[in-house]
């Protein structure tokens, strides 16, 4: 069960402010074992800093990979992949990630139309 950070601060600021272990666990129910870890994680700012992602380095620079694409759409897997030093695997998820798509045939082209010889 996670505990949320103003509970963990008024736990902590209790037994800080004197109080015995024994009532801080009939006050918040938790051992003190609990009460030396968040006071440690208080100290260190665990519950301060906020949880940010760091981005990750890839090998493929999106923009360019897209930038490239856009200059010529009819290049190839291994074509895209050779300046960037990586597989067309590669290539192909990034693109995927990018949401570009394979080439889409162009509309069906209509055959002409034989004139029958016999309806005229």
Known sequence: MAYSKDF???AVAYKDAGHTFRQLREAFGIPSETFYLWKEKLENGYYEAPKTR???SRKIDKEKLR?????NPDMYLYELAEPFGCTPQA???MLQSL???????PLPI???LKINVRNI
């Open 91 to 93: 290539v192909f998820y």
């Open 54 to 56: 760091k981005q990750r």
């Open 99 to 105: 949401n570009i798509t394979l080439k889409k045939r």
């Open 67 to 71: 930038q490239a694409v856009k200059e």
């Open 8 to 10: 963990v601060k008024q």
């Open 110 to 112: 209509t055959k002409s």
